[in-house]
C-alpha cells in the first residue's frame, strides 16, 4: 500500500507536550523502562541533564501519566520567552500559565486543588509575591507557603548556559505538577510508619525481582508492608508473606494492606532470621533493612543482617532473588562477599532518599540465590 495512503488513515497526531518526570536519584533506568512501557510510542526521551529529572516530549494522554509507579512526580514543562519572571504578570503570558493550570485541574475532580505553592529562587521577592497572590486569585485557590496541591515550580531552563553562550536569554520555564501530591504519596498508605520505604523506591524493587504471578514472595521485615502492597501492584503472587517482629507495625501494616485491595497477603509476627518456613519455598525475598538511624542501631544489625542473610538462604529457591535496600553499607557488603558461596551480587544501585531537609544515601542490591553446588543462573 502507498504509503501516503497509510498516513491518511492514521488518526491524527497530537501535538507533544513537554514534561519533566522527577525520580529519586539512582532510579532512573528503571524509570526511563517503566515511561517506555507505559507511554510507548507517544514519548520521547531528551538527554538527562539534571539527576532525577527525565525530560520527555509526550503526545498521549495526560491521565496515562498519573498512572507511573516508579516516579515521584511528573511535571508539565512551559517555556516563557520573558526576560524576567515579572513579564508573568503580562496580560498574555498570565494567561497562558491560567490555561496550562486548568489543563492540570481538568485531569482531577474539581475539590482535588485546594492550595497553590510557587517554588523558586527569590520566592518572597515583591514580584513572586504578587504572581501567587494573582494566582491565588484567578484559581481560587489558597496560597500556602509548603506542600500545596497546585505546586508550580519556576526557573531558568535547565540548559540554560548553552543558549547564553549562545548569545540569546533563555527565558524562564513554569513546571506544573500534574497531581495534587507526589505520584508516590499512595492511596493505600492510611498508616504511616516512621521509617516507612517511599512506594516508588519499593515499586522498583519489586520489579527488580522480576515479578512473576506464579511467585512465592516473602517480605522480611516488612513493618507497613510498602514492599508487598507494591510487588501486587506490580504482579499478583501465588502466595505473598510479610513478617515482622514488631506487632504495632504489623498492625500499620494490615491497614495498608486493607486500603490496597491487594488479595491474601499472610503478614505473621516472625524473626526475620529464624523463620518457620520449609527450605527452598520462596522465588523472591524483598527487604527493607533496618538502615541503623532512624530504625535499629548498627550494633543491632552486626546481630540481625548475618541472620537474616543467612534465613534468606535457606529458603530462597535456587535462582531466586533477593532485594534488599540499606545504608549499612559496609556491614552488608562484607557480609555479601563473605556469603559468596550462596548468594552472585546481579546489581547494585546507589539512590538518594530525600530525608529531614538533607538526603539519605542508602543502596539497593539484588541478589541471586546459587544452586546447591555453587551452580550460578
Ligand atoms: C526499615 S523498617 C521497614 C519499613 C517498611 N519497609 C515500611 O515501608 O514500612 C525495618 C523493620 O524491621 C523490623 N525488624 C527488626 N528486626 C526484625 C527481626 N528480627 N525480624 C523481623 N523484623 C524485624 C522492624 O520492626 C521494622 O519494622
Same mark, same amino acid.
Given at each position: 500500500?502507498?504509503?501516503?495512503? /497509510?498516513?491518511?488513515?492514521?488518526?491524527?497526531?497530537?501535538?507533544?507536550?513537554?514534561?519533566?518526570?522527577?525520580?529519586?536519584?539512582?532510579?532512573?533506568?528503571?524509570?526511563?523502562?517503566?515511561?517506555?512501557?507505559?507511554? !510507548?510510542?507517544?514519548?520521547? =526521551?531528551?538527554?538527562?541533564?539534571?539527576?532525577?529529572?527525565?525530560?520527555?516530549?509526550?503526545?498521549?494522554?495526560? %491521565?496515562?501519566?498519573? #498512572?507511573?509507579?516508579?516516579?515521584?512526580?511528573?511535571?508539565?514543562?512551559?517555556?516563557?520567552?520573558?526576560?524576567?519572571?515579572?513579564?508573568? *504578570?503580562?496580560?498574555?503570558?498570565?494567561?497562558?500559565?491560567?490555561?496550562?493550570?486548568? %489543563?492540570?485541574?481538568?485531569?482531577?475532580?474539581?475539590?482535588?486543588?485546594?492550595?497553590?505553592?510557587?517554588?523558586?529562587? !527569590?520566592?518572597?521577592?515583591?514580584?513572586?509575591?504578587? *504572581?501567587?497572590?494573582?494566582?491565588? /486569585?484567578?484559581? +481560587?485557590?489558597?496560597? @500556602?507557603?509548603?506542600?500545596? /496541591?497546585?505546586?508550580?515550580?519556576?526557573?531558568?531552563?535547565?540548559?540554560?548556559?548553552?543558549?547564553?553562550?549562545?548569545?540569546?536569554?533563555? +527565558?524562564?520555564? @513554569?513546571?506544573?505538577?500534574?497531581?495534587?501530591?507526589?505520584?508516590?504519596?499512595?492511596?493505600?498508605?492510611? $498508616? /504511616?510508619?516512621?521509617?516507612?520505604?517511599?512506594?516508588?523506591?519499593?515499586?522498583?524493587?519489586?520489579? *527488580?525481582?522480576?515479578?512473576?504471578?506464579?511467585? @512465592?514472595?516473602?517480605?522480611?521485615?516488612?513493618?507497613?508492608?510498602?514492599?508487598?502492597?507494591?510487588?501486587?501492584? &506490580?504482579?499478583?503472587?501465588?502466595? &505473598?508473606?510479610?513478617?515482622?517482629?514488631? !506487632?504495632?507495625?504489623?498492625? $500499620?501494616?494490615? &491497614?495498608?494492606?486493607?486500603?490496597? #485491595?491487594?488479595? #491474601?497477603?499472610?503478614?505473621?509476627?516472625?524473626?526475620?532470621?529464624?523463620?518457620? %518456613?520449609?527450605?527452598?519455598?520462596?522465588?523472591?525475598?524483598?527487604?527493607?533493612?533496618?538502615? #541503623?538511624?532512624?530504625?535499629?542501631?548498627?550494633?543491632?544489625?552486626?546481630?540481625?543482617?548475618?541472620?537474616?542473610? =543467612?534465613?534468606?538462604?535457606?529458603?530462597?529457591?535456587?535462582?531466586?532473588?533477593? &532485594?534488599?535496600?540499606?545504608?549499612?553499607?559496609?556491614?552488608?557488603?562484607?557480609?555479601?562477599?563473605?556469603?559468596?558461596?550462596?548468594?552472585?551480587? =546481579?546489581?547494585?544501585?546507589?539512590?538518594?532518599?530525600?530525608?529531614?531537609?538533607?538526603?539519605?544515601?542508602?543502596?539497593?542490591? @539484588?541478589?541471586?540465590?546459587? +544452586?546447591?553446588?555453587?551452580?550460578?543462573?
Amino acid at each position: 500500500m502507498p504509503r501516503q495512503h /497509510n498516513q491518511q488513515r492514521q488518526q491524527p497526531q497530537r501535538e507533544a507536550a513537554a514534561f519533566e518526570v522527577e525520580v529519586i536519584p539512582g532510579l532512573e533506568d528503571i524509570a526511563g523502562q517503566e515511561l517506555q512501557r507505559s507511554l !510507548g510510542r507517544h514519548m520521547v =526521551r531528551e538527554p538527562i541533564v539534571r539527576e532525577g529529572l527525565l525530560p520527555i516530549r509526550y503526545a498521549g494522554e495526560r %491521565t496515562a501519566l498519573l #498512572g507511573l509507579a516508579t516516579v515521584l512526580a511528573v511535571y508539565e514543562r512551559h517555556h516563557f520567552a520573558i526576560p524576567r519572571p515579572k513579564a508573568l *504578570l503580562g496580560q498574555s503570558a498570565f494567561d497562558t500559565l491560567l490555561r496550562a493550570i486548568e %489543563t492540570v485541574r481538568a485531569l482531577h475532580p474539581r475539590d482535588a486543588f485546594q492550595t497553590l505553592r510557587i517554588s523558586a529562587a !527569590g520566592e518572597e521577592s515583591s514580584v513572586l509575591v504578587r *504572581l501567587r497572590e494573582q494566582l491565588a /486569585n484567578a484559581t +481560587g485557590l489558597a496560597y @500556602v507557603a509548603e506542600e500545596g /496541591n497546585l505546586l508550580l515550580r519556576l526557573r531558568r531552563p535547565l540548559d540554560a548556559r548553552k543558549e547564553a553562550t549562545q548569545g540569546s536569554d533563555p +527565558g524562564w520555564e @513554569v513546571l506544573i505538577r500534574l497531581s495534587p501530591r507526589p505520584l508516590s504519596a499512595r492511596r493505600w498508605r492510611v $498508616c /504511616n510508619l516512621p521509617g516507612a520505604l517511599n512506594a516508588s523506591v519499593a515499586h522498583a524493587m519489586a520489579l *527488580l525481582t522480576q515479578p512473576h504471578a506464579d511467585d @512465592v514472595v516473602l517480605n522480611l521485615a516488612c513493618g507497613s508492608a510498602s514492599l508487598l502492597i507494591e510487588r501486587l501492584a &506490580a504482579a499478583s503472587a501465588r502466595i &505473598a508473606v510479610g513478617c515482622d517482629m514488631d !506487632g504495632g507495625a504489623l498492625e $500499620c501494616a494490615r &491497614a495498608n494492606v486493607a486500603a490496597s #485491595g491487594a488479595d #491474601g497477603i499472610r503478614l505473621e509476627l516472625w524473626d526475620a532470621g529464624a523463620l518457620p %518456613t520449609p527450605d527452598a519455598w520462596v522465588d523472591a525475598v524483598l527487604a527493607d533493612l533496618p538502615f #541503623g538511624q532512624l530504625v535499629g542501631s548498627h550494633e543491632r544489625n552486626l546481630e540481625l543482617y548475618p541472620r537474616i542473610l =543467612r534465613e534468606a538462604a535457606r529458603v530462597t529457591v535456587a535462582g531466586g532473588l533477593f &532485594a534488599a535496600i540499606t545504608q549499612d553499607i559496609r556491614l552488608w557488603e562484607r557480609l555479601v562477599a563473605d556469603a559468596a558461596a550462596d548468594w552472585t551480587l =546481579r546489581q547494585l544501585l546507589p539512590i538518594k532518599l530525600p530525608f529531614g531537609g538533607g538526603h539519605l544515601r542508602p543502596r539497593i542490591y @539484588v541478589l541471586q540465590r546459587k +544452586g546447591l553446588d555453587g551452580h550460578i543462573f
